[in-house]
């Protein structure tokens, strides 16, 4: 009760309102009077700018349209997401892969081949031609954005066929990669003995999909080739075609010490896909190749609470996610390519939790992934933004979990001397639900920077506050203009 005395009379009409169904109903006059209250009296968060802020944009989808135009298509793009906050674009792996204008770049055939190559049916990838792949790279940089490539490394697909006699009996081997097999560009030809078994063992620990192809990066040449050369792959794209970082297709399929090498040898932005819901997993594989890793555990955290068991107290649970063990080589995410064609739920934050969960990551620590079609659909797009622009402001400063129950999870973070620091507040009841917190502010007025309340609290001279949110939404609190 003695919470309850401390909200504003002013306050306590916004409640009513909103439990009234405010949010639902934006024709309503009081509504939009309400709204624009909240909107005059929020401070431009621009000044808030964070030194390291900056969020990546996966930049494709499964099996994108139209074909043959997909850089042409990203660059129409690129003006809007600068302008928004993101600050890096993760594009498909650029090589021709064996399935030539339906690739999606995860069967590299000819690593040089980025589309200018007639080969596996065509000349262009099905992303688009070498020439609109580097005009998409210029205007990227021109507008702030670094650029990075999907490498695949593991495996290789469309060569030709070959006796392998580290496989007696087995006629079916495609090992083969020369100009007039699969690899035109004639850069970094292939033949069984880069494969395994060969005359250095059988395999690499790691033998899962693609076994007759699984590249050996023991070997030399392969090394040598895939970024020791100075015209190796990854001097190619860093130093030719002007990527500036790195996304490595699925990790767990080679050595994490490969990953070192190669950026040792030419550095930029990395980031691994060890697709594992573990955490001590992603945790090991940083430490060991010494590259950020997608916070699968984060996503699957996301995904168990607000999916399966619609409760959100394992959010509150320490370690549980690579972002809470290692923030600042976690790059966390909510969908991506494979999760989003993923028929089984469990593999995927369902389209009605999607906004709540991208709350999550954009106000937490970690560097956090929107995801193209997240961001491409218009009932997410403003919202996202506003969650951006949180993000690269006020989210900073420790972070101090408040409450993790079922229904709610609330989370503070600090903030600094010159940054007032914000209060993320999930709800995934059906009502309104009001929380009291004790904030790092004292008399101040605070507003919901994501819109979705129209609250205007005011904190008393201990800091204490009741702040709301909505049902099956969220807000994020921080203060008003003086
Ligand atoms: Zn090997
Ligand atoms: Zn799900």
Redesign the pocket.
């Known amino acids: 009760m003695k919470n309850i005395l401390k909200i504003s009379y002013k306050t306590i009409l916004l409640l009513g309102g909103v439990v009234l169904g405010m949010q639902a109903c934006s024709d309503d006059d009081d509504s939009s009077n309400r709204q624009s209250v909240v909107e005059d009296i929020k401070l431009d968060l621009s000044q808030f700018q964070k030194e390291d802020s900056g969020v990546m944009m996966q930049a494709f989808y499964w099996d994108v349209e139209p074909r043959f135009a997909w850089y042409d298509e990203v660059s129409t793009k690129i003006e809007d997401w600068s302008a928004s906050g993101i600050n890096r674009i993760w594009l498909p792996a650029p090589g021709k892969g064996a399935s030539g204008g339906f690739s999606m770049g995860y069967d590299p055939s000819d690593y040089f081949d980025v589309g200018e190559f007639d080969q596996h049916g065509t000349v262009e990838t099905r992303f688009g031609s070498r020439v609109e792949l580097e005009n998409l790279i210029q205007k990227s940089h021109d507008n702030n954005i670094e650029v990075i490539a999907d490498i695949v490394m593991g495996h290789n697909s469309g060569g030709g066929l070959q006796d392998n006699p580290f496989r007696p009996g087995d006629t079916e081997v495609f090992s083969l990669f020369n100009e007039e097999n699969g690899n035109a560009s004639g850069k970094f030809n292939r033949s069984y003995e880069h494969f395994h078994p060969n005359n250095i063992h059988a395999n690499d620990e790691q033998a899962l999909f693609f076994e007759k192809t699984d590249l050996c990066h023991d070997q030399q040449y392969v090394q040598d080739w895939l970024w020791g050369r100075d015209d190796s792959v990854a001097e190619f794209y860093k130093n030719t075609l002007g990527f500036d970082g790195w996304r490595f297709d699925y990790v767990k399929s080679f050595d994490p010490k490969w990953i070192t090498a190669w950026n040792d040898k030419v550095g930029g932005f990395s980031v691994g896909e060890n697709f594992d819901g573990n955490e001590q997993v992603l945790k090991d594989w940083v430490d060991a190749s010494g590259s950020p890793a997608f916070d699968f555990a984060c996503f699957y955290r996301l995904?168990e609470t607000?999916?399966?068991a619609k409760d959100l107290t394992a959010l509150g649970n320490a370690g549980n996610m690579l972002r809470k063990l290692d923030p600042s080589n976690a790059v966390t995410f909510t969908a991506n390519h494979d999760t989003e064609k993923d028929e089984n739920?469990?593999?995927?934050?369902?389209y009605a939790n999607k906004l709540l969960a991208y709350s999550y990551i954009l106000t937490h620590d970690g560097y956090p992934t929107i995801f193209y079609l997240d961001y491409e659909n218009e009932s997410f797009k403003e919202p996202l933004k506003r969650l951006i622009t949180i993000y690269n402001t006020i989210a900073t400063g420790d972070i101090e979990v408040i409450e993790a129950n079922e229904d709610e999870y609330i989370m503070k973070r600090s903030g600094d001397a010159d940054n007032p620091g914000l209060i993320l507040y999930m709800n995934i009841s059906n009502q309104t639900k009001q929380y009291n917190v004790n904030s790092n502010w004292v008399d101040k007025t605070l507003v919901d920077y994501t819109d979705n309340s129209a609250a205007t609290p005011t904190t008393d001279t201990n800091g204490n506050v009741i702040i709301q949110a909505p049902g099956r939404s969220f807000s994020v609190w921080s203060i008003a203009k003086e």
């Open positions: 995904d607000l999916d399966r739920p469990d593999n995927r934050i369902s």
